[in-house]
């Protein structure tokens, strides 16, 4: 073949690749406009989701905006119901991400388990529709391929998933050479070598960008939470890794709607990089958590109510104020070392004295009276019960370890 024939048919290819891609592009407007006026939006929610369809961001993009909120149902339920979250939640253009739980691990057998491969369809026409990258649970290998097969674009690990080895490996062996950013859920018992094991697997088998999701800690019996938020557990992790981003996901926390905004501010106050709430356009009525849902229009509300908050400013009075009060605590600090260092030093001589008397070193009437009179004082000084109960245990248990000591020596 002659250059000049050979430059032809180049040219052709590349005219016939864009004339296919335009055609694309033409069919896929259409079926945005056809799914928007199914639902028949008013025009500023369509503009919306028109600009946010235009501005289609990388994923990579999205991963790293700060604070990063993600919405979306507990429970993938119908093509319908997928749809017109996704597109009230756009056109908040408060959320940054789409969830949906297309296999549920539920606890007890007989409720809802989830639409299945069924639903990842309705996610890929969501993400068409808003512009919004998905993301699901994923608990199985094959579940890892489904998911993928259908372009989702952020898989997270659930809290059920985490705590088994066998699993969280399985997830892992099938994230081999896939470029997939993944979300780790706490696990539900307070473990954080759980949490960091899930992570290591997950790192081990190439995953780059692994985050972290805080949705509470299972506890028995009935408390304020549905997985009670221990969030000194989740500011150790964050501590351990501290390039790691950290979310948290006040809805399975709170597992109740009137909570919600006062888990989300503490979390914003903790510095965490976003929030994980759970929407629906009709929560009452939602096939698997019902009550923790809330509608996307509430959930802007709760989301215009956050005070929000940065780690840091470089305002110089803020920072001169911030450092007098700092080394003030670092004083009182210290003090109370020497304090608990002189306390233990009592505590010894008691010790010996025990010893030398053949007493028992744990005299239950003589503590119980001591922590009466610290709730009665720390109630005047603005300390909680729980906080008094907490250092007086921790107080209390380096007494009788010093004593251990001294009555076995
Ligand atoms: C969920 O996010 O719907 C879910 C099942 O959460 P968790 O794993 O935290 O229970
Ligand atoms: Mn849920």
Redesign the pocket.
């Known amino acids: 073949m002659s250059q000049a024939a050979l430059l032809l048919y180049d040219f052709c290819c590349v005219a016939l690749f864009y004339c296919i891609n335009f055609i694309e592009h033409l069919i896929e407007v259409r079926i945005i406009n056809i799914q928007i006026s199914k639902f028949k939006f008013p025009n500023y929610q369509i503009k919306k989701m028109e600009q946010a369809i235009e501005q289609k961001k990388s994923i990579m993009d999205v991963w790293g905006k700060r604070p990063l909120i993600i919405s979306g149902p507990?429970?993938a339920e119908s093509e319908e119901q997928v749809l017109e979250t996704a597109s009230r939640l756009a056109a908040t253009g408060k959320v940054d991400m789409l969830r949906a739980?297309i296999w549920?691990p539920r606890t007890r057998p007989g409720s809802f388990e989830g639409i299945g491969v069924k639903g990842l369809p309705w996610l890929a026409q969501a993400k068409k529709l808003t512009g919004l990258p998905v993301a699901v649970e994923v608990a199985t290998g094959k579940q890892v391929q489904d998911a993928l097969n259908f372009d989702v674009d952020v898989l997270w690990i659930g809290a059920r998933t985490t705590v088994n080895p066998f699993s969280v490996q399985e997830v892992a062996d099938a994230l081999r050479g896939v470029d997939v950013p993944v979300l780790i859920k706490n696990p539900i018992n307070p473990d954080l070598d759980l949490w960091t094991g899930a992570v290591e697997r997950v790192a081990k088998a190439g995953i780059k960008n692994i985050g972290l999701i805080h949705r509470g800690f299972s506890s028995y019996g009935n408390t304020e939470y549905r997985n009670a938020p221990m969030w000194h557990l989740a500011i150790e992790m964050k501590r351990r890794n501290p390039s790691m981003m950290i979310i948290c996901d006040p809805?399975?926390i709170s597992g109740r709607r009137d909570i919600l905004l006062d888990v989300s501010q503490k979390a914003i106050d903790l510095d965490f990089d976003g929030l994980m709430i759970?929407s629906h356009i009709d929560p009452d009525n939602a096939w698997?958590?019902a009550k923790?849902q809330v509608t996307p229009e509430r959930l802007l509300e709760l989301l215009g109510g956050i005070t929000w908050r940065v780690e840091s400013t470089d305002a110089k009075e803020f920072v001169t104020a911030l450092e007098k009060l700092r080394e003030q605590i670092n004083h009182i600090d210290d003090e109370l070392m020497q304090l608990i260092g002189q306390r233990m030093k009592i505590a010894d001589k008691i010790g010996q004295y025990k010893k030398d008397n053949s007493i028992t070193i744990l005299q239950t009437n003589r503590w119980n009276e001591i922590l009466e009179k610290a709730f009665k004082k720390g109630e005047n000084l603005g300390l909680s019960k729980e906080f008094i109960t907490r250092y007086y245990d921790a107080v209390h248990m380096e007494s009788i370890n010093h004593q251990n000591k001294i009555m076995n020596s």
Do not use: I
Request: glycine share 10%; hydrophobic share 0%; with cysteine.
């Open positions: 507990c429970s739980g549920k809805s399975h759970e698997s958590d923790q």
